[in-house]
């Protein structure tokens, strides 16, 4: 009994955001006029529509806590995180469409190239850190996305078309089965999450903590802070696939644009607006990039992604600890959040040279 009750208040509020947003499309469906039993049954033309919003938001959030623990827990600055997401998209809609794979077995697949993957970026661990690391994994990304947009490759990848044609599973099928989806994107989020706060918990992400603020010091200490951050990759891997194979089943093309360094800049911006190392903050930050998005491109048309790149580059200049980090700290704090941003980036001894 006390477990239960630990857990439930441990995890009381990304329990309410469940039950909130699982009750959502029900409670939309009223407004518009359709019963439960129509909205259950996919029937409900303006609640199936925030179905849709809400597992693209979902998808991003997932993809967007993958790298917040990589980045933002364990200080590891990759711009080749798009490739496990990308990764794990293409292979599974390969599985699917070339090889007619049930679905079960393009997960076993999925689980196999996100270990590969993370092993490959791994590698580089124990010989690069800070800038270096970052361009490495920023060099590996890009071999991955001239492969996907090679013409060679444009029978398995579809090239610069993207790879479209992909059959849905039935029973998960978004077109069908959209409210399923739904509920099974919001599912492995929540998942995800708990999972996340239990390692961070652990004594794996408390080391992984450490070697963020000062991997000397803890290697003085004893701790092989390669192993822990192969570890970490391995889990962030994984991660950004399965969110890659949700995006592949709910998407009617797998567009090669997820394969370039803009994705991962994506990410980055959701955990920014969030907040870093928060990893409430990825939920957050997804919401409010999906919606910024969704409206502005509603108003301002053609010119929506300029005035997006400005609110963002504003909204990380006077909110350096994002939305969740602000509201834990009491105040934006701006002179200390860019400090802080400064040596999460490996700009620090940049700024001291100038100075």
């Known amino acids: 009994m006390k477990t239960k009750q630990s857990f439930l208040s441990r995890y009381k509020g990304i329990l309410i955001f469940f039950a909130v947003m699982l009750l959502l499309p029900f409670v939309i469906g009223l407004f518009e006029g359709s019963n439960p039993l129509e909205v259950w049954n996919n029937q409900g033309r ?3 529509y925030l179905e849709g919003i809400g597992i693209e938001i979902f998808i ?6 993958s790298y917040d623990l990589l980045f933002g827990i364990t200080g590891l600055m990759s711009f080749g995180h798009t490739m496990f997401f990308a990764v794990a998209a293409y292979a599974t809609g390969i599985s699917l469409k070339t090889l007619g794979l049930p679905l079960w077995q393009v997960l076993l697949i999925i689980v196999g190239t996100s270990i590969v ?10 010989r690069v850190k800070g800038v270096t690391f970052t361009m490495v994994t920023l060099g590996l990304a890009s071999m991955f996305h001239i492969i996907v947009m090679s013409s060679d490759m444009i029978k398995l990848t579809g090239a610069d078309v993207g790879l479209q044609g992909v059959p849905k599973p039935a029973f998960i099928d978004p077109s069908i089965e959209r409210l399923r989806f739904y509920v099974v994107a919001l599912l492995i989020l929540v998942l995800v999450y708990i999972f996340y706060r239990r390692f961070i918990d652990s004594p794996t992400g408390r ?12 290697k003085m200490l004893g701790y092989n802070t390669t192993a822990f951050k192969v570890v970490v990759m391995l889990i962030a891997s994984f991660t950004a696939s399965i969110a890659g194979v ?11 644009t997820i394969a370039d360094l803009g994705y991962t800049v994506t990410g980055l911006l959701i955990v920014l607006i969030g907040g ?4 409430s903050g990825s939920i957050v930050g997804a919401f409010v990039i999906k919606i910024l998005d969704l409206g502005l491109r509603g108003i301002m048309k053609d010119s929506a992604p300029l005035v997006t790149g400005i609110v ?23 002179k200390e959040g860019w400090q802080m ?12 040279k100038k100075k």
């Open 60 to 65: 991003l959030a997932i993809f967007a806590l």
């Open 117 to 126: 993957q993370a092993l490959l970026f791994s590698i580089v661990l124990p």
């Open 341 to 352: 941003l400064i040596e999460r980036f490996g700009l620090k001894k940049l700024f001291e």
């Open 276 to 279: 870093i190392a928060t990893l």
């Open 312 to 334: 963002y580059v504003v909204f990380v200049l006077f909110v350096p600890y994002g939305i969740v980090g602000s509201l834990k700290l009491g105040g934006l704090r701006i």
């Open 207 to 218: 080391v992984s903590i450490a070697i963020r603020e000062n991997e000397s010091r803890a």
């Open 46 to 48: 303006f609640s199936k």
């Open 246 to 256: 949700l995006h592949t089943l709910y998407q009617p093309i797998v567009s090669p």
